[in-house]
């Protein structure tokens, strides 16, 4: 589904990520771990072109996600068909509960009628386990629910796009466990209709939800493989002193 | 025991206080003395006052200040038509594209153009007609006279006195938009155009709403740049069609034109004026402010 060939990204003259090669199977969830500022965000950016929009950026290197080449596509084509989930829960406050999922279908001419509109909002805020907590309540601001819920609002956004892929960059670092709870079996249930790549700090996290796992260091990918694999026999130190927690 | 100490610091203390609040007491003089002025004139014709014209000198009577309240509202409504998309563009641009010459020479001549005494601002805006009717006659041979007094100079003159401002809090308002909310739009696949519009716009609405209802109170103040443009009229102009290229007049102006007649009531109608501008100025004010405490709140 997604096939990363010899990436590399500069941030003016630092390089961040060196020469990354790694394929993501269709409707699975991968895992990219690794310590602070080893380039997970970069990486993930990198596959939606979102990292262009920061100024000094230079990538190499090519990108395949569901055969297309990312950086031969228009970007916004390409961000159209990859959701994307941010580490801080980041609806549009003042918009409403509503607008905020219907953005993305309405902006983008994705639907033809305010019925059809409806009916993928509503779709969306079902899969993103949303609909009953919110649906007395669409048209009040997006900043009245709680950190858990912009989040999975977060998620229907991006799921009403019906993308094939959706980014998670840390999406329950700022959350309770209640709440992580239900996004890490939010995002299992996901799966079936798309491939996740998750970005995480918490190696139980990666175990408890992640087909395969991608360990990251210093911009270097230093292994990847499926996530029992990983977790009971990784075959690099790097990785095994990682996931024991001796360092990051 | 008596303490020394504090009882000197206690006096210093009231004396600074006392120091510090006489600035107030003009202020607070002027503005008792507009309300008493003003609503002892509006109720000698109420509710004839706002709607009536003026009266004619020596009749004891105190005629109205309809024709000013209509100007003033036409050359605002104009100058807040053209000014506010003008610089949601011109901010918009500024915002996305900082490090370009063209922003950098524009942020230079807007900002220099805030600096600018309005009086100043109502003369180019006059030289400026001259200018575009020697270039019409010169180059496109045609004899038409665009009038140097009327409600279109005197709106394009409020235009050019609530740009600067605008521009610089829309463009603040965009710039501090935080990068989290630039990537929830861009990664839904929006264009840059589309971003601005649909998200940044809204998300910042609360500061931009608050931002226009301060620079149309500024304006609606403003005397000095409608004297060489909008020139001021005592009459109803609006029942003829060609209105808009003919001379109009303001609250402001019957002010200042009245309030220096000799004649006892015009002054007392200039009161009447200028109480009616306060209200509206701090009205909007005050709402301005009560939109952005909300917009803090969010
Ligand atoms: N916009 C930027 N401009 C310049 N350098 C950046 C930028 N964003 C990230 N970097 C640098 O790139 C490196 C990788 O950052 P990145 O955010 O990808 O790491 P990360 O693995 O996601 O870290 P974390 O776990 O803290 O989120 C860091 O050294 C960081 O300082
Ligand atoms: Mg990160």
Redesign the interface.
Same mark, same amino acid.
């Given at each position: 589904m997604i096939m990363i060939k010899d990436l590399n990204v500069w941030y003016r003259d630092n390089k961040i990520l060196d020469n990354i090669n790694l394929d993501v199977p269709r409707n699975v969830i991968l895992t990219i771990m690794g310590p602070s500022g080893s380039g997970k965000s970069t990486l993930l950016r990198a596959i939606n072109r979102l990292i262009e929009i920061y100024p000094g950026v230079r990538v190499e290197g090519e990108i395949y996600v569901d055969g297309v080449n990312v950086f031969k596509a228009r970007t916004e084509d390409v961000r159209r068909n990859i959701g994307m989930v941010f580490q801080i829960p980041n609806p549009i406050p003042n918009m409403s509960i509503f607008d905020n999922v219907a953005l993305g279908p309405k902006l983008n001419k994705l639907v033809k009628s305010e019925s059809e509109l409806r009916d993928i909002v509503k779709w969306a805020l079902e899969k993103a386990y949303l609909w009953d907590e919110v649906k007395d309540r669409l048209k009040e601001p997006a900043a009245k629910l709680s950190g858990g819920q912009q989040q999975r609002l977060c998620i229907a956004r991006a799921l009403a796009m019906r993308p094939k892929v959706i980014l998670m960059d840390e999406p329950t670092s700022n959350l309770d466990p209640v709440a992580t709870n239900r996004i890490e079996e939010l995002m299992v249930e996901l799966k079936k209709i798309v491939t996740v790549v998750l970005v995480t700090h918490n190696p139980a996290q990666a175990a408890r939800v992640s087909d395969y796992v991608a360990f990251l260091y210093k911009g270097r990918l230093i292994e990847v493989g499926s996530s029992s694999q990983i977790f009971t026999s990784p075959k690099n130190e790097l990785t095994e002193k990682y996931i024991t927690g001796r360092i990051g | 025991m008596i303490d020394l100490r504090s009882i000197k610091s206690k006096v210093m203390v009231a004396t600074i206080s006392i120091l510090a609040m006489l600035p107030f007491i003009p202020i607070a003089h002027l503005f008792f003395t507009v309300v008493a002025n003003g609503i002892y004139a509006i109720s000698q014709n109420f509710p004839g006052f706002f709607y009536m014209e003026r009266s004619i000198p020596g009749s004891g009577v105190i005629g109205g200040v309809g024709p000013y309240i209509v100007g003033t509202a036409i050359l605002v409504s104009i100058a807040t038509l053209i000014g506010v998309p003008l610089s949601i563009l011109i901010a918009i641009y500024a915002s996305e594209f900082i490090q370009s010459r063209l922003t950098n020479a524009g942020d230079v001549i807007i900002t220099t153009l805030f600096e600018f005494p309005t009086i100043i601002i109502g003369l180019m805006t006059f030289a400026l007609i001259s200018v575009l009717n020697d270039a019409i006659r010169i180059y496109l041979l045609i004899d038409v006279e665009l009038p140097k007094f009327s409600v279109l100079s005197g709106s394009i003159a409020l235009t050019i006195v609530m740009l600067p401002f605008l521009y610089v809090q829309i463009k603040e308002s965009l710039r501090s938009i935080p990068i =989290? %909310?630039?990537?929830?739009a861009?990664? +839904?696949? +929006? =264009?840059r155009i589309?971003a601005n519009f649909? %998200?940044f716009l809204?998300?910042a609405?609360?500061s931009i709403v608050t931002s226009i209802l301060i620079a149309i109170s500024k304006i609606m103040g403003e005397t000095a740049p409608l004297l060489f443009t909008a020139f001021g009229s005592d009459f109803y102009t609006i029942s003829d069609p060609g209105f808009l290229f003919k001379p109009i007049g303001s609250l402001t102006l019957a002010i200042y034109n009245l309030g220096l007649s000799p004649y006892e009531e015009w002054i007392a109608t200039a009161w009447g004026a200028a109480f009616i501008l306060l209200l509206m100025v701090l009205s909007l004010y005050i709402i301005a402010r009560y939109i952005a405490r909300g917009a803090y709140l969010?």
């Amino acid at each position: 589904m997604i096939m990363i060939k010899d990436l590399n990204v500069w941030y003016r003259d630092n390089k961040i990520l060196d020469n990354i090669n790694l394929d993501v199977p269709r409707n699975v969830i991968l895992t990219i771990m690794g310590p602070s500022g080893s380039g997970k965000s970069t990486l993930l950016r990198a596959i939606n072109r979102l990292i262009e929009i920061y100024p000094g950026v230079r990538v190499e290197g090519e990108i395949y996600v569901d055969g297309v080449n990312v950086f031969k596509a228009r970007t916004e084509d390409v961000r159209r068909n990859i959701g994307m989930v941010f580490q801080i829960p980041n609806p549009i406050p003042n918009m409403s509960i509503f607008d905020n999922v219907a953005l993305g279908p309405k902006l983008n001419k994705l639907v033809k009628s305010e019925s059809e509109l409806r009916d993928i909002v509503k779709w969306a805020l079902e899969k993103a386990y949303l609909w009953d907590e919110v649906k007395d309540r669409l048209k009040e601001p997006a900043a009245k629910l709680s950190g858990g819920q912009q989040q999975r609002l977060c998620i229907a956004r991006a799921l009403a796009m019906r993308p094939k892929v959706i980014l998670m960059d840390e999406p329950t670092s700022n959350l309770d466990p209640v709440a992580t709870n239900r996004i890490e079996e939010l995002m299992v249930e996901l799966k079936k209709i798309v491939t996740v790549v998750l970005v995480t700090h918490n190696p139980a996290q990666a175990a408890r939800v992640s087909d395969y796992v991608a360990f990251l260091y210093k911009g270097r990918l230093i292994e990847v493989g499926s996530s029992s694999q990983i977790f009971t026999s990784p075959k690099n130190e790097l990785t095994e002193k990682y996931i024991t927690g001796r360092i990051g | 025991m008596i303490d020394l100490r504090s009882i000197k610091s206690k006096v210093m203390v009231a004396t600074i206080s006392i120091l510090a609040m006489l600035p107030f007491i003009p202020i607070a003089h002027l503005f008792f003395t507009v309300v008493a002025n003003g609503i002892y004139a509006i109720s000698q014709n109420f509710p004839g006052f706002f709607y009536m014209e003026r009266s004619i000198p020596g009749s004891g009577v105190i005629g109205g200040v309809g024709p000013y309240i209509v100007g003033t509202a036409i050359l605002v409504s104009i100058a807040t038509l053209i000014g506010v998309p003008l610089s949601i563009l011109i901010a918009i641009y500024a915002s996305e594209f900082i490090q370009s010459r063209l922003t950098n020479a524009g942020d230079v001549i807007i900002t220099t153009l805030f600096e600018f005494p309005t009086i100043i601002i109502g003369l180019m805006t006059f030289a400026l007609i001259s200018v575009l009717n020697d270039a019409i006659r010169i180059y496109l041979l045609i004899d038409v006279e665009l009038p140097k007094f009327s409600v279109l100079s005197g709106s394009i003159a409020l235009t050019i006195v609530m740009l600067p401002f605008l521009y610089v809090q829309i463009k603040e308002s965009l710039r501090s938009i935080p990068i =989290s %909310i630039r990537e929830a739009a861009y990664s +839904l696949g +929006l =264009s840059r155009i589309k971003a601005n519009f649909y %998200i940044f716009l809204v998300y910042a609405r609360g500061s931009i709403v608050t931002s226009i209802l301060i620079a149309i109170s500024k304006i609606m103040g403003e005397t000095a740049p409608l004297l060489f443009t909008a020139f001021g009229s005592d009459f109803y102009t609006i029942s003829d069609p060609g209105f808009l290229f003919k001379p109009i007049g303001s609250l402001t102006l019957a002010i200042y034109n009245l309030g220096l007649s000799p004649y006892e009531e015009w002054i007392a109608t200039a009161w009447g004026a200028a109480f009616i501008l306060l209200l509206m100025v701090l009205s909007l004010y005050i709402i301005a402010r009560y939109i952005a405490r909300g917009a803090y709140l969010r």
